[in-house]
């Protein structure tokens, strides 16, 4: 998208009810992407289940990478209270619309990460960042 689109995505975001939680990798080497991908999925399990979610859907990668996050998320659901019920699904993009205001969320925060803060302003309201020290 060009600025103008990306401004007028921001801004529409914006004007929807909800909380948009991101959690950011930090202290993160390219050949370390998918242990810090689970540091932060764990992470955010977590502070889903603060937030009393019980389901995440998340875009489906490969069956491989699929299944690691799962196996990230079951690990996660372990150090949560007994009892507490909490689901992960992945779909494919496409058959999803929803995917779209995650992007969004992703690219205004990494926008911000880089020094262009207008579309984290914009979102900042219905925005909960979390960092994460991933230790890759």
């Known amino acids: 998208m060009d600025k103008r689109q990306k401004r007028i995505a921001a801004e529409r975001l914006a004007e929807l009810d909800g909380l948009h939680v991101v959690t950011v990798g930090t ?34 990668r490969t069956t491989e990478l699929d299944r690691r996050d799962v ?9 949560l209270p007994k009892g507490t019920r909490f689901r992960v699904e992945h779909q494919a993009g496409a058959k ?4 779209w205001a995650a992007d969004i969320i992703a690219g205004a925060v990494r926008a911000h990460l880089m020094g262009d803060s207008v579309y984290q302003r914009m979102l900042e309201d219905r925005l909960h960042e979390v960092f994460v020290e991933t230790k890759c």
């Open 96 to 99: 999803e619309p929803l995917f």
């Open 71 to 79: 196996t990230t998320v079951t690990g996660a659901r372990h150090a």
């Open 27 to 60: 202290s993160l080497p390219v050949k370390r992407q998918e242990r810090a991908r689970a540091a932060c999925l764990a992470r955010l399990v977590h502070e889903l289940d603060s937030l009393e979610v019980r389901e995440l859907l998340i875009e489906s």
